[in-house]
């Protein structure tokens, strides 16, 4: 079975995904932009609404599939993807997506993220990043910076900090992208291309808390000075940014640089040109590893490979078994191992 | 030649030996081995492998000692058997392990080649144990199992180190003999299992053959034995250990349930064979994974259940320490799910490869919130198979979650089952919720109180769910005060029903008298023993063995109530004992036992003796 759009896919729009729940986020949050796409994107997809299931964890962002008008589970804290795998083994035909936040998918969570992007089960799990806890008011969060202030670390958080992209890609998830809340166009595309990819779907969303940590993307959402802080991941393309598409990254060796293009012989054929379906994960971890002071925040889709799934390999497994092995029934394997019959004349 | 060799065979009722050895000693496969030959004797019989939680503790040591204790008997029997009639110790840590073990005149067959200078000191003994008085009123047989086995493998292609691995037949060619029991069997698997490697078959073959004819022509025992076939109703047996007819008895339930079985486990001691067994059903669609912890385990296994499937864990007492909030999550949502608790001796990691029964009060309380789940016990390595499909019915009935508790005596041990045929199995209904019109998601069926359950992929059915106090019949989250009560004690009644569909409590014996003994679980056999030993003894004692914990049988209390005493007797501090105090008011007497080890029928009966001494207050 699959989840690809038929040609009777009913047409929906928006509001078929909207649920009866009022949304109960704090008013200015991040969440609205990314419900907003989420709902828009799901429509387009061709795929049937009641296939959709939602899975959650705990937290702010957690409380999205009461929002969404799908098959939606708020679970417990971290434990999402594996509540999905579960599904997504049992139920290869529906479209299985997480929401989880960075506290609940990098911190008590962290061991089943990692095995569920290793595993490339067939599960898309959106990460909403805000770099704080905010259903719990505001501490640290393991994506929060070095000497971040919060109420839990008043003289400066001295935890290193997690970067997600770097976590999927070294869990070699099959697809891994970042986009932010406020990015409608580029975040739907995403979405539409997680939708589509068969294998564990890693996509960070930046995401803004406006109550515990504003503005803390601002550098890569702020409408007036995002193109000198982000550069845009294409496809086969060369990675330029900056507000006069004047600059780009070169590699020295393993070295990644920041050069004006046509400055000191930096030509445009000269920069890195992105490739998101290298099987080798190690050119979409150097990109992971750019961002601030020293280098633009790449932004879109880093990893796009081809794998055999989880939930694949399991149902292959399965149908092998049938066809090479004896048909048993439930009496057969009642039947097996050490039995004897003891007969109506008995003798000893 | 000797007596034995021109006597009949005496024959005795049952007979009960134990086979103990180092770790690589082959001691687990000997006795399994001598429990099949019997198995197609006709003999019933009960077994309880007892090894250590090293999978190699160093060579002669006492930790590493393991053992294999096997009653077998013309008689039905319900325990392995409280005194050996023989020992076999392959070196000095085995004997100084197993002879607290043993009664006084036990025959005990040593291989005196574990008792060089080395073993003796690794083993503890200061003293030669062979020659110190030690083994005084029992009845030695010295025998140098290592060197003739050597001695008949001289022609062998292998190794000396290899030659000397197959001194367990030698000793099991012996116990065969001892005994009166054919080769054949042994000799058939030995082929089967080894035929890779013809010089291993022969080696095996010599030895257990050489051992045999030793014991016949040497003169080392008074007399031959022989024990009949038991009263067996005709039909077809197997030999099947707890775990197997365990994970037998989940898949026969999605059979009849005719939905997929799911289950999600984390390795851990005694239930691991829980997740092997299922992974080999793979032909049949059985589906297992074997996730990163016990916590996405259980997670997985709600995955499953909220999809449709029968989603099943198993693991042991810590492992369920670990699923408390996910197992809430599935109280809460009213999801039909199965954790298997095989136990094992704790706190914390315990005694990994030892019983127990202490997890009865987390069973029932260790979750947080008023959090009711029912609660089924396995009562013999066989019952495991019954119960497993009684745990699926009521989860899929009522929507709940289930805790079937079995233990390390009951995963390990094996006894005959009489093999059922599929047809006679209870069928599970599932109705899935289809029907659009007046659908919500808490809307509950007036006799079970169960909600409906809805496969995700049901056009116009879509609803969330979740771990946040919610509204009845809608479902949708609710902080509302009277709600939360009213939902709370939902719950709490929709277990509570569970018991209008489930036997009464039967006493064995007489439905009332003097005492009434009350166990749980693996203990059955010995309980039911030492009633019966009571009962012949003259004494008023009638048992009652629950395989419902939670909620217990509806007539218990009038059961109780029918006796001048109650003994509960478990493998806990009083676990059961505190439940029928606070449910009943019953001034209960309790006896338990905290040694990693299984009741022996003589010490429950001592127990029996002295609660009918003890005046009631």
Redesign the interface.
Known sequence: MSTESTATAPTYTKKDFSSDQTVRWCPGCGDYAILSTVQKTFAGLGIPREKFVIISGIGCSSRFPYYMNTYGFHSIHGRAPAFATGLKVTRPDLSVWVVTGDGDALSIGGNHILHSMRRNIDIKVLLFNNRIYGLTKGQYSPTSEVGKKTKTSPYGSVDRPIEPISIAIAAEATFVARSADVYGAHLSEVLRRAAQHRGSVFVEILQNCNIFNDGTFDSVTNRGTREDNKVDLEHGKPLVFGQDRDRGIRLDGLTPEVVRIGEHGAELGDLLHHDESTPDPSLAYLLSKLGPPDFPTPMGIFRAIEAETYDAAVHRQISEARETSADKDLDDLLREGSVWEIGEEKTN | MSDADTMAPERKDSVVIRFAGDSGDGMQLTGTQFT?TS??L?NDFATFPDFPAEIRAPADTVPGVSSYQLQFSSNNIFTSGDDPDVLVAMNAAALKVSLPLVPLGCTIIVNTDGFAAGSLSKAGYTEHPLEDGTLDGYRVVPVPLTTNTLKVLEESPLPVRERRRSKNFYALGIMYWLYSRPLAPTEEWIETKFKKNPDIVDANLTALKAGYAYALASELFQSQYEV??A??????????SGN?ALA?GL??AS?RAGI?L?L?AYPITPSSDILAELAR?????V?T?Q???E???V???????????I?VTATSGPGVALKG??IG?AVT?ELPLIIVNVQRGGPSTGLPTKTEQSDLLQAMWGRNGECPVAVVASRSPGDCFYTAIEAVRIALTYMTPVILLSDGYLANGSEPWP????DDLPEIPVQFRTEVDGFAPFLRDPKTLARPWV??????????????AHEDVSG??SYDSMNHEKMTILREEKIARIADDIPAAQPFGDESGDLLLVGWGGTYGALHAATLAARDNGLSVSHVHLRHLNPLPANLGEVLGAFKRVLVAELNRGQLDLLLRARYLVDTVKFGKMQGQPFSVREVLAAVEQAMEVPRP
């Open positions: 099949a198995a197609l006709g009949p076939a009263p067996h109703e005709p039909g077809l047996y197997r030999n099947i197997t037998l898949y026969a059979v997929p799911f999600g059903l793979k032909p049949q669609g589906m994974f996730a990163e912890d916590i996405a385990a997670c997985a296994a709600i995955g499953a259940a909220f999809g449709g499937s989603g909030e996910a999550l949502t093999v059922p045929r599929a496969r995700p992929g049901t056009p116009g059915l879509e609803h969330r769910i979740g771990g946040l949708n989250v």
